[in-house]
């Protein structure tokens, strides 16, 4: 009979082999998926893993994808540290969106850097407003964060239409509901010529660096750490619950809406119903994998990437189904939590003779 | 607990771990599977056209969907004019397409490897395409491209599109003539020109019949969510519709009118199958024409750029599988009609029209043009309901 | 009048699913699990229940596969959160990330087909009453099953042993595998159960609200259960009042719409979504009230022996 029984100590070896392992796991999974599928595995696998990187154009596109879900895991990665439970990412990343159009629809031709700076600055606090909203409300109505934040997404996709089809409406545009395509000025400055990078990804590198000083570094992101591991600990140590809820959820807000800014004026270049594309909710993957740590977010965030720039390229290439990406995410995500439970507890063989009273 | 361990693993070694994990996989470099089209490289100042040279063999095309090509409807019958246009050019062109490609950001990069991969006539099958297609246009001068719906053009994109209203038109002519409560329903997906313009069109169609009929609108925001067309369709059957019509691709609707006992259409394909006592008629669009021209062309070199815009009279749009429940006399007119549309006696937008506040739109004996048409922004008299995000 | 009839019928259908999923969530929660995997499992019943109908043409053998599939996935997310004490709120999202890619993927080859629509049966002689008839008694057999469910459960816990065994476990586990029982196997036994609901909901709104399949199509259901949860304070009758109330939210947003309700689309279309936070506050204000109501272990892992 197998038992399973708790570690005194988590396994290092295995804490630092788990994610690999738990790719590993998916990999092969895939493999066989590919299979059943009847197609070549190999071709597959190099879409997913070989495609993505192989020129620059292909990392220009790999970063235009990986910035987002960067940005948006960070802080997702704080908030869950904190157990702070913010699903709405994706809504705060619409808000961002929304506040940077509303500066870029200021812009003239001559307006400068100042502008675009402007419009970053204005995402970041649209995200942050409408985290905001879910704080409030769980600090001062005890509602949940986790139903809050997601119903505050449903909100913020009806405002984003609201806008798009009403007040700001191309005038030229036939009717359609979208904005003006923003001039210039108001668009995200490139990284090289003729790229479709930009510098979004400085951006979200720098941001990861911030979080790691934050979280490893300073004593506020101590105090951060304490009151998700133990509530109770923190507060002996008087340190305020209040500031572990709203922190998290405004830099988590703001790098959300970060995100959503230089979505809107990098790669779309205006704002339409489409530009949320589901980033809020990858994000909550991309900061599990990367084991809520900014090194590791930051790989996670490049190999997520890479599943879904594969998973179209296997949709165009190979006429895979586009729903495989959505699986392998979920496959990465069971696993790696699989092979987590194995650092606290280990498998232990118990002949059957015994059967003591063991507490079930 | 938040946490997934108790203690904080050391990040340096995890990521190195993972990152090993990640680039031995990248080091088993197959051979690239297909790729001929050099790539420019993305370092070069001023965007360099990659030459595609259409290699001697069947002229490579390519189709992007916005939805699955299983959705009966919209995606559907772009795929089955697809088939058809390739078996009528059998081995002189080679087809391939790629679906549920998100509008926006995402579509360029699809299009670019479309590109890359051989393609020299490129098809958009959707609005949200228009800047993506028109970028990558712009890199690639010897390409051809396809908008379909779309209103911007460039020397090597045009655009296309099917005139849907004829069909609700038609539509709305049997259903002036079925309906007992002289309340129709619309299902609306989102409130672009095309879903007003069929909107009012449906309803003009119907008051030729019935002139004092009225038609209630209910968007549901998106155009495929069955369980939101269903409910959506609930409501107007509820508000005293009993003939319903709708713009979004599901067949959600005419099965909520079968439960009901209630009359409905089919819309973008043939779906008498999904609600057989419910069925009145389908407006079925048809690509294949378009797609055979298009092909056409760009195998004999005379493709060129422009605006098409192809209804009953070019076999675009058609009302199909009308019921046996329809009165001979409507069945006749409609016949008559398709006639009028074809040899151009017919007009469906012909004054006097006016609009929802009385005012005239369409002056009396005046035909409304086609710009006025494209960015059509108003509910004809008869409709009820506020235009979403209108003042 | 006839209308707001009709819209009190049509509140009741679309109020079906979601009280079945919050009464299955409630056997979750009762015995302490969170289950955020509600969505996920909902969507995995959905594609199976379609699937099964299609195949064997047979609506109640598809919502009993489609309530099994979803037990199946369930017992999985139970071994990992109860016996392995994985964390449950992270676990529960991977079930729900999860079960959207694989009900998308799994349903590909449906997305063109569609079911017979079954007419309006509802029961024979009642339906045919003035005003009460169409209101109450023309619905599908699954909306009174919903019902009663929701009195059998009220009455199993607290009125029954077993469910005083269940709500035990769910308060203080420690306590309750102090007296013997055995936690971690009740624990399962409830989300197993409970799940099986959840995915009975979702299989009848592929099967029987809309016979189709689109992947997505719960679009949020789960969810709005998991809300109601909440607001019902773990207690099936008002989970009831909750999911007609929610339903008759949506449908009249619509039914404004028709009208011509002058108020901008877009906010109409919120509407739902507006009453769920507004609900949630209402109820979660006083501290104590939920702390009197909700299962104490609720989210916590469970070390026998410790």
């Known amino acids: ?360 | 607990m938040p946490r997934l361990l108790d203690r904080p693993l050391n990040p340096r070694s995890s990521a190195s771990l993972l990152a090993l994990a990640v680039f031995s996989f990248a080091a088993c470099d197959k051979k690239p599977s297909g790729n001929s089209a050099p790539v420019s490289s993305a370092a070069a100042p001023a965007a360099q056209p990659a030459e595609v040279k259409a290699a001697p063999g069947p002229l490579k095309i390519a189709f992007a969907y916005v939805g699955p090509v299983g959705d009966a409807g919209w995606t559907f019958a772009h795929d089955k004019a697809r088939k058809e246009a390739e078996a009528e050019f059998a081995g002189k062109v080679k087809t391939s397409f790629v679906e549920n490609v998100p509008e926006a950001a995402d579509a360029e990069r699809v299009i670019r490897d479309m590109v890359d991969q051989g393609n020299t006539l490129i098809f958009g099958t959707t609005f949200g395409y228009m800047e993506p297609m028109l970028k990558v246009a712009s890199d690639h001068p010897n390409v051809h491209f396809e908008h379909a719906t779309g209103y911007k053009t460039a020397p090597n994109l045009r655009t296309y599109d099917s005139r849907t209203y004829e069909g609700a038109y038609l539509a709305g002519v049997v259903a002036g003539a079925m309906t007992k409560s002289k309340t129709l329903g619309v299902v609306g997906s989102i409130p672009i020109p095309e879903v007003i313009r069929n909107i009012d069109s449906f309803t003009l169609g119907a008051q030729s019949v019935t002139p004092d009929v009225k038609t209630k609108v209910v968007w549901v925001g998106k155009w495929f969510d069955p369980p939101k067309e269903g409910e959506a369709a609930q409501a107007l059957l509820d508000q005293g519709a009993d003939v319903l019509m709708q713009n979004t691709d599901s067949s959600a609707v005419l099965q909520t009118a079968e439960k009901a006992g209630k009359f409905a259409f089919g819309w973008d394909s043939n779906m008498v199958k999904f609600g057989p006592n419910a069925h009145l008629a389908s407006a079925v669009i048809n690509w294949t024409p378009y797609y055979k021209n298009a092909i056409q062309q760009a195998l004999d070199g005379s493709w060129k750029t422009g605006q098409t815009w192809w209804g009953v009279k070019d076999g675009a749009i058609d009302l199909v599988a009308i019921s046996d429940k329809v009165p001979a006399a409507t069945k006749a007119k409609i016949e008559e009609i398709k006639k009028g549309l074809k040899d151009g006696s017919f007009t469906i937008w012909k004054g006097s029209i006016k609009d929802q506040a009385g005012k005239e739109v369409v002056k009396d004996g005046e035909k409304a043009d086609d710009k006025l048409l494209l960015g059509i922004n108003f509910y004809v008299k008869g409709v009820e309901g506020k235009l979403p995000s209108s003042k | ?306």
């Open chain 1, 1 to 360: 009979m197998i038992k399973l029984e708790p570690r005194a100590e988590p396994a290092r070896w295995l804490a630092l082999a788990s994610p690999v392992l738990a790719l590993a796991i998916t990999v092969a999974l895939g493999v066989l998926l590919f299979l059943l599928l009847g197609k070549d595995a190999l071709s597959c696998l190099q879409m997913f893993f070989v495609e993505p990187i192989k020129n620059a154009r292909a990392l220009a596109e790999l970063s235009i994808k990986a910035t987002p879900l960067l940005l948006i895991g960070l802080g997702l990665s704080l908030c869950f540290r904190s157990n702070v439970w913010n699903i709405g990412a994706e809504g705060q990343f619409i808000l961002g969106s929304i506040f940077a159009t509303g500066v870029a629809l200021r812009a003239t031709p001559e307006s400068g850097t100042g502008l675009v700076v402007a419009l970053l600055l204005a995402g970041a606090l649209g995200g942050a407003l409408w985290a905001s909203i879910t704080a409030v409300l769980r600090d001062r109505g005890n509602a949940s964060e986790i139903l809050v934040s997601l119903m505050l997404v449903y909100v913020a996709e009806q405002l984003l239409a609201y806008l798009v089809n009403g007040p700001w409406k191309d005038p030229n545009g036939y009717n359609f509901p979208q904005t003006i395509t923003f001039l210039s000025s108001a668009r995200i400055p490139r990284l090289i010529e003729g790229s479709r990078a930009n510098i979004g990804v400085l951006l979200a590198l720098l941001s990861a660096a911030a979080c790691a000083l934050f979280m490893h570094k300073s004593y506020a992101g101590y105090r951060l750490d304490v009151a998700g591991l133990s509530p109770a600990a923190a507060r002996y140590a008087g340190f305020s619950s209040r500031s572990a809820l709203w922190l998290p959820l405004l830099v988590s807000g703001a790098l959300a809406g970060l995100a959503g800014a230089l979505e809107v004026a990098g790669p779309d270049g205006q704002l339409t119903t489409h530009v949320p594309l589901g980033y809020g909710f990858a994000a909550i993957i991309v900061a599990f994998v990367g084991r809520l740590d900014p090194l590791g977010v930051t790989l996670s965030s490049v190999l997520m990437s890479m599943f879904f720039i594969g998973g179209e390229l296997s949709q165009s290439r190979l006429g895979l189904p586009k729903s495989i990406t959505g699986v392998f995410q979920g496959l990465l995500l069971f696993s790696l939590l699989t092979c987590d439970t194995f650092v606290k507890n280990k498998l232990r063989f118990v002949s059957s003779g015994s059967r003591q009273a063991v507490a079930k």
């Open chain 3, 1 to 306: 009048m006839s209308e707001l009839l009709l819209l009190l019928a049509s509140s009741i259908d679309s109020g079906t699913p979601l009280l079945l999923a919050a009464l299955g969530l409630i056997i979750n929660e009762r015995s302490g699990v969170i289950n955020l995997g509600a969505e996920g499992l909902m969507l995995i019943a959905a594609v199976t229940g379609f699937a099964t109908a299609l195949a064997t043409k047979n609506d109640a053998l598809a919502l009993l596969a489609g309530a099994g599939a979803a037990a199946l996935f369930a017992a999985f997310f139970g071994f990992l959160v109860i016996w392995l004490n994985a964390n449950q709120y992270a676990t529960g999202l991977a079930l729900s990330l999860f079960g959207s890619g694989f009900s998308a993927f799994v349903g590909i080859r449906y997305t063109q087909e569609s079911l017979a629509v079954a007419t309006q049966r509802g029961i024979p002689g009642l339906s045919q009453l003035p005003i009460l008839g169409p209101v109450l008694f023309t619905h599908h057999y699954l909306v009174y099953v919903a019902v009663l469910l929701a009195v059998a459960l009220s009455w199993f816990l607290f009125r029954s042993k077993a469910g005083l065994t269940l709500r035990a476990v769910g308060e203080s586990p420690e306590s309750a595998q102090a007296l013997g029982y055995p936690v971690r196997s009740i624990r399962l036994a409830a989300v197993v159960a409970g799940s099986a609901l959840v995915g009975l909901a979702g299989a009848f709104v592929s099967v029987v609200s809309t016979p189709l399949w689109v992947e997505g199509m719960i679009a949020g259901k789960g969810w709005i259960a998991l809300a109601l949860t909440t607001f019902a304070t773990w207690r099936p009758a008002r989970a009831l009042l909750g999911a007609y109330l929610f339903g008759g939210v949506t449908m009249l947003q619509l039914h404004m719409q028709g009208r011509g309700v002058n108020l901008p689309v877009e906010l109409l279309t919120a509407l739902p979504y507006l009453a769920t936070i507004l609900v949630l506050v209402l109820i979660s204000r006083n501290p104590r009230w939920i702390a009197a109501n909700m299962p104490t272990s609720l989210g916590k892992p469970f070390y026998p022996g410790s």
